[in-house]
């Protein structure tokens, strides 16, 4: 490369790269892309067509940007180019083909932004019409023919067929718009050739027209196959055949031929000149045989075809069974039998039978009869009829030797209640289909077949008394033997549905006391067995749950309490119903001897009472005869540690008073007495008890209190004064005081020796 030539490209790049720095510089805006199809989107072929793409883009100077065109295929490039300037791009299809027919699309780039136009369809109608040639239009019989088909001006994927008279000989597939194609022509005569193609797009396929028809003429060759059956009269089965298979009027010396015998799809011989195959005439699907000889030379191939029909000697034998149906270790009749023969070659007596697999032999006088014990399981047989060399077999008998019925069965499914209806079943093991009988105390029901396996007998049935029923079932799976079985017999027990429930307390509910044993007895009218449970009020939780087959049962609470007081029930189910008690109220009394304890409490406390409100009674008697007696004080110039003497009745108001106060130097309102004219009667009238009289004695303290210690209250000396009959009493010992209680009848003095008691109530007498 020179100098100018570097500088150039020098120059080329700085431009380039100053108007890329520009470009990226300026702003611009795609604002539609616009795909037109010129002259219009339907042509025909051979028509040039435009496609124009039409941009709109706004930039921000006038200077040009560079612009990428791409045109689309059904979404596949097509064509692409980058111009510098704003006209439109134009896309140039010179003499359009169907093969352009699709979906187009314009695309514009400009430094990455991209904008696609709208697709326009583009359809091209008509193909060029294909011209056939050959390599030659005369050739002999088995020679190849080579054939050439082109479509003119057209482009794309192409299919090529050849045909011989309309009849498709060869196909071919490329993308050029001619093929060549290499054939025979196996007979002789005129063929007529002629091709055609079709082109596939990515949406059809598109045929064209039939070329025009070359003629060939083919010489066909003199050879003929000849085949020759003997004896060319009527064959029956057993007969000898002899087949010949031979070629004629061949007269090529330089090239050889192939013999081909055939029987239907079996190849008998080959060879390379007359063939004999010698046969006997023996038809294995159709009376018919079929034979085929065949040449070949210079993979040309020639055929002849015969048919013979060959006269059944005797028919294929059938083997049967006596009786139908044969039970596990029955003897069973199996006969073998060929019902047609022909008479004109054979008799009856010269079939012999045999049957496979058995070491019987036949009956005697009875060909084909064989007499045979039927095994314990599924068994096949088979027999064969033979005369004259040919043999036939019977198709397989397979025997299933069938079960007698065994292990009867009887249950029910349901419970039996008195006039609701229940379910019986029968079962057993036997061969199916078994006939089931249903007795009743010996009297028939019903009866059942079961042809599946696993099935039950199902019996519904209805008892209308109470007692005891007996049920059994027969089973029979054979018709021609008397051969059943039977069940046990079923006793059944009628449930009669509860009814008249009565609950009883023990004892009764008004004389239940504490500590007894209350017992509820709960009976009803039915059968067992019975479910008794005892609720208490209140909760579903019973009390006991007992079950029974007697109609009645109890329940005890012991000892019982106040806290079982409430209100009781019972309820009773047997299966067939449930009924339930009314409530029964329990209320517990209280214990005896609580009640006796109680009634010896109060009389004890009575008791008290009474004893105290006499004691109380008396004493306030006592009180007011004290209260209305003299008191008396007699002092005999006492000195001032002498005794006071001070007598009291129960006249005196002082009988009561809380304290005493005792003065030498004045009178006191103890020495006061009242006049000794009131007579005794009056003072008897006050009370009917008899007189007593206290005399208080005072001891006098000392005022020394060196001596004696001032106290509170005195030294008291009771002593007790019977009354004489007269009312005098001695003179009072001024040294103590004396109580004395007078007596009508008797007057006695006792002298008390003086006690010392401290009481609180009377003061120390002051001086």
Same mark, same amino acid.
């Given at each position: 490369?020179?100098?100018?030539?570097?500088?150039?490209? @020098?120059?080329?790049?700085?431009?380039?790269?100053?108007?890329?720095?520009?470009?990226?510089?300026?702003?611009?805006?795609?604002?539609?892309?616009?795909? @037109?199809?010129?002259?219009?989107?339907?042509? !025909?072929?051979? #028509?040039?067509?435009?496609?124009?793409?039409?941009?709109?883009?706004?930039?921000? #100077?006038? %200077?040009?940007?560079?612009?990428?065109? !791409?045109?689309? *295929?059904?979404?596949?490039?097509?064509? !692409?180019?980058?111009?510098?300037?704003?006209?439109?791009?134009?896309?140039?299809?010179?003499?359009?083909?169907?093969?352009?027919?699709?979906?187009?699309?314009?695309?514009?780039?400009?430094?990455?932004?991209?904008?696609?136009?709208?697709?326009?369809?583009?359809?091209?109608?008509?193909?060029?019409?294909p011209v056939l040639h050959l390599e030659r239009n005369v050739v002999n019989e088995g020679?190849?023919?080579?054939?050439?088909?082109?479509? +003119?001006?057209?482009?794309?994927?192409?299919?090529?067929?050849?045909?011989?008279?309309?009849?498709?000989?060869?196909?071919?597939?490329?993308?050029?718009?001619?093929?060549?194609?290499?054939?025979?022509?196996?007979?002789?005569?005129?063929?007529?050739?002629?091709?055609?193609?079709?082109?596939?797009?990515?949406?059809?396929?598109?045929p064209s027209t039939k070329s025009n028809n070359v003629t060939v003429s083919v010489k066909?060759?003199?050879?003929? +196959?000849?085949?020759?059956?003997?004896?060319?009269?009527?064959?029956?089965?057993?007969?000898?055949?002899?087949?010949?298979?031979?070629?004629?009027?061949?007269?090529?010396?330089?090239?050889?031929?192939?013999?081909?015998?055939?029987?239907?799809?079996?190849?008998?011989?080959?060879?390379?000149?007359?063939?004999?195959?010698?046969?006997?005439?023996?038809?294995?699907?159709?009376?018919?045989?079929t034979f085929d000889c065949r040449v070949e030379v210079r993979n040309v191939e020639k055929?002849?075809?015969?048919?013979?029909?060959?006269?059944?000697?005797?028919?294929?034998?059938?083997?049967?069974?006596?009786?139908?149906?044969?039970?596990?270790?029955?003897?069973? /009749?199996? /006969?073998?039998?060929?019902?047609?023969?022909?008479?004109?070659?054979?008799?009856?007596?010269?079939?012999?039978?045999?049957?496979?697999?058995?070491?019987?032999?036949?009956?005697?006088? %009875?060909?084909?009869?064989?007499?045979?014990?039927?095994?314990?399981?599924?068994?096949?047989?088979?027999?064969?009829?033979?005369? %004259?060399?040919?043999? *036939?077999?019977?198709?397989?008998?397979?025997?299933?030797?069938?079960?007698?019925?065994?292990?009867?069965?009887?249950?029910?499914?349901?419970?039996?209640?008195?006039?609701?209806?229940?379910?019986?079943?029968?079962?057993?093991?036997?061969?199916?289909?078994?006939?089931?009988?249903?007795?009743?105390?010996?009297?028939?029901?019903?009866?059942?077949? @079961?042809?599946?396996?696993?099935?039950?007998?199902?019996?519904?049935?209805?008892?209308?008394?109470?007692?005891?029923?007996?049920?059994?079932?027969?089973?029979?799976?054979?018709?021609?033997?008397?051969?059943?079985?039977?069940?046990?017999?079923?006793?059944?027990?009628?449930?009669?549905?509860?009814?008249?429930?009565?609950?009883?307390?023990? +004892?009764?509910?008004?004389?239940?006391?504490?500590?007894?044993?209350?017992?509820?007895?709960?009976?009803?009218?039915?059968?067992?067995?019975?479910?008794? *449970?005892?609720?208490?009020?209140?909760?579903?939780?019973?009390?006991?749950?007992? /079950?029974?087959?007697?109609?009645?049962?109890?329940?005890?609470?012991?000892?019982?309490?106040?806290?079982?007081?409430? %209100?009781?029930?019972?309820?009773?189910?047997?299966?067939?119903?449930?009924?339930?008690?009314?409530?029964?109220?329990?209320?517990?009394?209280?214990?005896?001897?609580?009640?006796?304890?109680?009634?010896?409490?109060?009389?004890?406390?009575?008791?008290?009472?009474?004893?105290?409100?006499?004691?109380?009674?008396?004493?306030?008697?006592?009180?007011?005869?004290?209260?209305?007696?003299?008191?008396?004080?007699? +002092?005999?110039?006492?000195?001032?540690?002498?005794?006071?003497?001070?007598?009291?009745?129960?006249? #005196?108001?002082?009988?009561?008073?809380?304290?005493?106060?005792?003065?030498?130097?004045?009178?006191?309102?103890?020495?006061?007495?009242?006049?000794?004219?009131?007579?005794?009667?009056?003072?008897?009238?006050?009370?009917?008890?008899?007189?007593?009289?206290?005399?208080?004695?005072?001891?006098?303290?000392? #005022?020394?209190?060196?001596?004696?210690?001032?106290?509170?209250? /005195?030294?008291?000396?009771?002593?007790?004064?019977?009354?004489?009959?007269?009312?005098?009493?001695?003179?009072?010992?001024?040294?103590?005081?004396?109580?004395?209680?007078?007596?009508?009848?008797?007057?006695?003095?006792?002298?008390?020796?003086?006690?010392?008691?401290?009481?609180?109530?009377?003061?120390?007498?002051?001086?």
């Amino acid at each position: 490369m020179g100098l100018p030539q570097r500088f150039i490209l @020098i120059l080329l790049s700085i431009y380039l790269y100053s108007a890329s720095v520009v470009n990226t510089q300026q702003e611009f805006k795609i604002q539609s892309v616009k795909l @037109i199809i010129e002259p219009r989107n339907d042509v !025909t072929a051979g #028509t040039n067509v435009t496609l124009r793409c039409q941009a709109t883009v706004s930039t921000s #100077t006038e %200077k040009g940007l560079i612009r990428e065109y !791409t045109i689309l *295929k059904n979404d596949k490039i097509v064509y !692409t180019k980058t111009i510098g300037s704003s006209e439109d791009f134009v896309y140039q299809l010179h003499n359009a083909r169907v093969f352009s027919t699709g979906l187009y699309q314009c695309k514009l780039d400009i430094q990455g932004d991209t904008k696609l136009s709208k697709a326009q369809r583009l359809n091209v109608q008509g193909l060029s019409q294909p011209v056939l040639h050959l390599e030659r239009n005369v050739v002999n019989e088995g020679e190849e023919v080579q054939a050439t088909c082109i479509a +003119p001006g057209e482009i794309g994927s192409f299919i090529f067929f050849f045909f011989d008279n309309d009849e498709q000989m060869s196909r071919v597939e490329g993308l050029s718009n001619q093929a060549k194609a290499t054939f025979r022509l196996s007979s002789g005569g005129i063929h007529k050739i002629h091709c055609s193609y079709k082109i596939r797009t990515a949406e059809d396929t598109f045929p064209s027209t039939k070329s025009n028809n070359v003629t060939v003429s083919v010489k066909e060759l003199s050879i003929t +196959p000849a085949l020759k059956i003997s004896p060319d009269s009527t064959i029956y089965e057993g007969d000898h055949l002899n087949i010949s298979c031979s070629a004629h009027n061949f007269h090529s010396s330089s090239e050889g031929y192939k013999l081909f015998l055939s029987q239907g799809t079996k190849l008998l011989r080959t060879g390379n000149s007359t063939i004999n195959h010698n046969m006997v005439a023996v038809p294995k699907v159709s009376e018919a045989l079929t034979f085929d000889c065949r040449v070949e030379v210079r993979n040309v191939e020639k055929y002849t075809k015969k048919t013979i029909s060959v006269v059944e000697l005797f028919s294929v034998p059938s083997l049967t069974m006596s009786p139908t149906e044969i039970f596990q270790g029955e003897i069973m /009749t199996l /006969t073998c039998n060929s019902e047609r023969f022909a008479s004109q070659r054979i008799n009856r007596e010269d079939l012999e039978y045999t049957l496979y697999p058995s070491k019987n032999l036949p009956s005697s006088g %009875k060909p084909g009869v064989f007499n045979v014990k039927a095994l314990q399981n599924d068994f096949n047989y088979t027999c064969s009829a033979e005369a %004259k060399g040919i043999k *036939k077999d019977s198709k397989t008998l397979m025997i299933r030797p069938k079960v007698h019925v065994s292990a009867l069965k009887i249950s029910i499914e349901d419970k039996v209640i008195l006039k609701k209806s229940f379910t019986i079943l029968c079962q057993s093991n036997g061969s199916l289909p078994i006939n089931y009988t249903l007795f009743k105390d010996n009297v028939q029901v019903g009866t059942k077949v @079961i042809r599946e396996r696993n099935r039950q007998a199902v019996f519904m049935d209805v008892i209308n008394k109470p007692g005891e029923i007996q049920y059994r079932c027969e089973a029979k799976n054979s018709l021609h033997s008397n051969k059943t079985g039977s069940s046990q017999h079923l006793s059944v027990n009628v449930i009669v549905p509860l009814s008249q429930m009565t609950l009883t307390v023990i +004892p009764t509910p008004l004389e239940i006391s504490e500590g007894e044993d209350l017992r509820f007895i709960c009976s009803v009218n039915g059968t067992g067995p019975v479910t008794f *449970k005892w609720y208490r009020t209140g909760s579903v939780v019973p009390l006991q749950t007992n /079950t029974t087959t007697e109609t009645y049962s109890s329940f005890v609470i012991k000892p019982v309490s106040k806290n079982d007081s409430d %209100k009781y029930y019972c309820e009773a189910s047997n299966g067939a119903s449930k009924v339930r008690s009314d409530n029964v109220d329990v209320q517990v009394l209280m214990a005896l001897w609580k009640k006796m304890l109680i009634i010896v409490a109060c009389l004890l406390l009575l008791s008290v009472l009474l004893l105290v409100a006499s004691m109380l009674y008396i004493k306030s008697k006592r009180d007011r005869r004290e209260a209305a007696a003299e008191l008396s004080v007699k +002092p005999s110039s006492p000195k001032s540690d002498d005794p006071l003497t001070v007598n009291l009745t129960h006249d #005196t108001d002082v009988y009561n008073a809380a304290t005493v106060k005792v003065d030498r130097t004045e009178v006191s309102v103890w020495s006061k007495r009242k006049p000794e004219t009131e007579s005794d009667d009056e003072i008897s009238k006050m009370s009917n008890e008899p007189n007593v009289e206290y005399t208080e004695v005072v001891h006098a303290r000392s #005022t020394d209190p060196a001596r004696v210690p001032l106290r509170k209250g /005195t030294d008291t000396v009771y002593s007790e004064l019977q009354n004489s009959p007269h009312g005098a009493a001695d003179p009072p010992d001024y040294g103590s005081v004396e109580y004395a209680e007078l007596n009508r009848e008797q007057f006695e003095i006792s002298q008390y020796h003086p006690q010392v008691h401290s009481y609180q109530d009377l003061p120390e007498p002051v001086d």
